[in-house]
């Protein structure tokens, strides 16, 4: 069984390809983000800090802090984490190759378990084209609903996020990882084909 790994930061077409590609090729898709609530939930009760200290926020203490600051803990949370992602993938019961999509796949965690370069890839968006998708996001207000000032909140979730994707692109430098950057230019099924093309489907 081969596991591929599309990592990368939110609104940059990561979902899309993956879906096109499982679909396309029979692969099995496991997507991060719908287990994230158990994954942190599991953080806090095992001790880990930053899972811990999300938990016992409000949405202004979450929100409102510099962005900075929330990218690192972002990171940290990501790393307190993997390793109940891996345990899931490695127990997913299919005869069929797995692809992994999911800002948490940080590069620098996937070398420490040699994924070979051609078995991963990280797509992240430009800021311009992360904030336009992200504005239309129908969930998005619900996120900040409890927010004492929803633009302010929004503007340094917007500014993380970008921090996110540089951290993100710096580190597919530092370990050999290929990093592709959305600015919105790219039709989706070249984006598609790409990704294909990297992981040697078809």
Sequence with gaps: MTIYMIGGSPCSGKSTTAEALSAKYGLHYFK?????????????RDGRKSC????????????????????????????????????DLTQIDSDRDIL??????????????????????????????????????EWVPHVLADCSDKAKAFDNWMERDALFAVAVRQ?????????LINDGSMPVEQLISLTAAHFGLG
């Design 171 to 179: 580190q597919c430098a530092e370990v050999g990882y290929t990093s």
């Design 52 to 87: 811990l200290h999300v938990e016992q926020m409000t949405p202004d203490q979450i929100w409102m802090r510099d962005p900075q600051v929330q990218c690192e803990e972002e990171l940290s949370i990501y790393e307190e984490i993997f390793s109940y992602i891996m345990t």
């Design 32 to 44: 991060v983000d719908d287990h994230l609530g158990p994954y942190m939930q599991a953080g806090a």
């Design 100 to 137: 992994a999509e999911g800002a948490a796949l940080l590069p620098c965690l996937a070398k420490r378990l040699h994924i070979p370069a051609d078995r991963y890839l990280s797509i992240t968006p430009t800021k311009a084209f992360q904030v336009d998708h992200y504005s239309q996001r």
